[in-house]
């Protein structure tokens, strides 16, 4: 059984940077495609970022060239640098690790971006 633990969100004003890490244990992670998830209040989970075994990148097109995934398999570790955040980016950001038969799911960590 994986389980996933987010970390690093908070409140930041619009301009500002954090970081996310996403702590996997119970199994490695090296062979999932992992990613960063985020729901704003009142709407849909949606993609923020992926990246596959190969280290392949996939981001949405709201966060390319402010958000960078990346992923340190001997860790166990995935994260998430956002630079120029916007108040658009508040949101619960959730951890997802897909394997080909199980898809696993962290309980998300709170990004709040607000002067």
């Known amino acids: 059984q994986v389980q996933l633990v987010e970390s690093g969100g908070g409140l930041v004003q619009p301009g500002g940077s954090l970081t996310l890490s996403c702590a996997a244990s119970g199994s490695s992670l090296s062979s999932s495609t992992m990613g960063w998830y985020r729901q704003a209040p009142g709407k849909q989970r949606e993609l923020v970022a992926t990246?596959?075994?190969?280290?392949?990148?996939n981001y949405a097109d709201s966060v390319k060239g402010r958000f960078t995934i990346s992923r340190d398999n001997a860790k166990n570790t995935l994260y998430l640098q956002m630079n120029s955040l916007q108040p658009e980016d508040t949101a619960v950001y959730y951890c997802?690790?897909?394997?080909?038969?199980?898809?696993?799911w962290g309980k998300g960590t709170l990004v709040t971006v607000s002067s």
């Open positions: 997802n690790a897909a394997f080909i038969l199980m898809n696993y």
């Open positions: 990246v596959t075994p190969d280290y392949i990148t």
